[in-house]
């Protein structure tokens, strides 16, 4: 039977009354009440999803909107693992009920908490540099370049994916080794303050903003407010720390002038590091020019370039020469669905459907006007988290994918369909989609060999759906 216990500090949006409730229950049963810093055990790393529970680890089992992780703890220790998670209303382990498993059963009343300060105390024992990076678009990106390019010079971890939430950091901090000599953290964020506590947990030395721009703005509510979020990261520096900053983006000043430490910038026009970047035909997808030397560019789009920039400019922050910043981005592989290129039918796919605002979108189709072809089509899906003008933002977002030269445009999902309004107003010819397999109907009949098409839209618009269909229906061409 797993030993339990009752976390009873890590309650602070529970009402006094109800903590000392939850810990005299716990008591009366045989738990032990403790404190997260005196919490027992050793795991091998964390996870969310009870799908990857293995022996050793920590299953963190957090109520979510849509599935309840409380109501797999009893699997999960009988599967080895040790366990976090909440206080039961009616579901899950109660606390007199018994704990199934060899490990520790770690109960409370505020779990995301707990979990939080579990990866406070294991960072403090961790001895790797770490290096967060944050910004509105590119994030991930920049966080897979520099993983990639510093594991040349010795073990690195880096944020699987875009793993960068308020449980997401925390989890990919439990999974750092005494043996890891970097840690890359990725930090999102839809609300000022976010940043903030990220950044408090990973105590990062070197600190990364790619950009500024109207992302999440349902909760953020202006790009002044997207600013001073992003910012929250340099603010967090220690004095002996570096902050990697876009010259040419939104909010620079404003980072420039709270920053505790040093800065190193990056523009087109000005920081001191100027770059520029040149298209290629094939791989590399195109050549970054950073002070006067070359680098090749493993994905396509300007964007991209300046991903790498903000990545080299890090590695060398971190102390890594350019020799081996070279070597390592040799290995270099994307994340999923972010600017992957592929062949369907013969038809180009610019697959860059992870997610999707405003800005990127302009970014993804200018990305997709740089590649050699025939016809260019950007099928699109909602943007979510815009706010109250979600309507407008997405008519402009049309526009001006007309405006840059799109041929067509395929909106997806009854709430994508402004955009075509949008397209349409500026002169593009636009379909409109109910589902995604009759975008790929449409595709499979209106596109031939050599059209490129760009598959874009937020997370909740399920966008790689279309390509799952396309490929059904045209097939998959080896390039």
């Known amino acids: 039977m ?91 382990i109660q606390p007199d009920q018994p704990s199934p498993g060899r490990g520790a059963l770690l109960v409370s009343p505020d779990p995301e908490k707990a979990l939080t300060v579990l990866a406070e105390r294991w960072r403090s024992q961790q001895s790797a540099l770490i290096i967060g990076v944050t910004g509105s678009n590119g994030k991930t990106t920049t966080k897979d370049l520099l993983a990639a390019m510093l594991s040349a010079s010795g073990p690195t971890h880096a944020t699987r994916g875009n793993f960068n939430s308020a449980q997401g950091v925390p989890v990919t901090l439990l999974q750092l080794r005494s ?53 929250e990261m340099v603010e967090s520096l220690p004095t002996q720390g570096t902050a990697i900053l876009n010259a040419d983006s939104p909010g ?27 298209p290629g035909p094939g791989r590399p997808a195109g050549w970054l020019c950073l002070d006067g030397s070359r680098w090749p560019v493993p994905m396509p789009g300007r964007h991209n370039a300046a991903n790498l920039v903000a990545a080299i400019l890090a590695g060398r922050a971190a102390g890594v020469d350019d020799q081996t910043l070279r070597s390592g981005l040799e290995t270099f592989k994307p994340s999923p669905h972010r600017g992957e290129m592929c062949l369907l039918g013969g038809r180009i796919i610019l697959d860059d459907c992870y997610n999707a605002n405003p800005a990127s979108m302009v970014t993804a ?57 949008g397209f349409e107003a500026a002169g593009g010819q636009a379909v409109r989609c109910h589902d995604h397999a009759t975008a790929a109907d449409h595709l499979a009949a209106e596109t031939a060999i050599g059209d490129r098409i760009l598959i874009k839209g937020s997370r909740s618009a399920a966008m790689e759906n279309v390509i799952d269909d396309l490929t059904d229906r045209v097939g998959w061409t080896e390039d």
Request: charged share 20%.
């Open 252 to 278: 620079f000043i404003n980072w420039l002038e709270t920053a505790p430490c040093p800065v190193v910038s990056w523009g087109a026009l000005t920081g001191s590091h100027r770059w520029d970047w040149q």
């Open 2 to 92: 797993a030993e339990r216990y009752l976390m009873a500090d890590a309650a602070t949006d529970l009402a006094q009354a109800d903590l000392l409730a939850a810990v005299l229950v716990a008591e009366e049963s045989g738990w032990r009440t403790v404190s997260a810093d005196e919490a027992p055990g050793s795991f091998l790393g964390a996870v969310l999803d009870s799908r990857l529970v293995t022996e050793g680890v920590l299953f963190v089992g957090l109520r979510g909107e849509r599935v309840d992780g409380r109501q797999y703890v009893a699997d999960a220790l009988a599967q080895g693992a040790q366990a976090l998670t909440g206080l039961a209303d009616g579901e899950g």
């Open 365 to 421: 189709s200018r990305m997709l006007l740089d590649l050699p072809g025939r016809r260019s089509w950007a099928v699109v899906g909602a943007m979510a988290e815009l706010g109250p003008t979600t309507d407008d933002l997405q008519r402009d977002c049309g526009r001006d994918l007309a405006q840059l030269g799109v041929d067509a445009l395929v909106a997806v999902g009854e709430n994508a369909f402004t955009m075509a309004e």
């Open 179 to 231: 043996e890891h000599r970097y840690g890359v953290i990725e930090m999102g964020a839809s609300a000022v303050g976010h940043i903030a506590a990220r950044a408090s947990t990973a105590k990062p030395s070197i600190g990364v903003i790619t950009n500024a721009a109207g992302a999440h703005l349902e909760e953020f509510g202006s790009l002044d407010n997207v600013i001073i979020g992003k910012g």
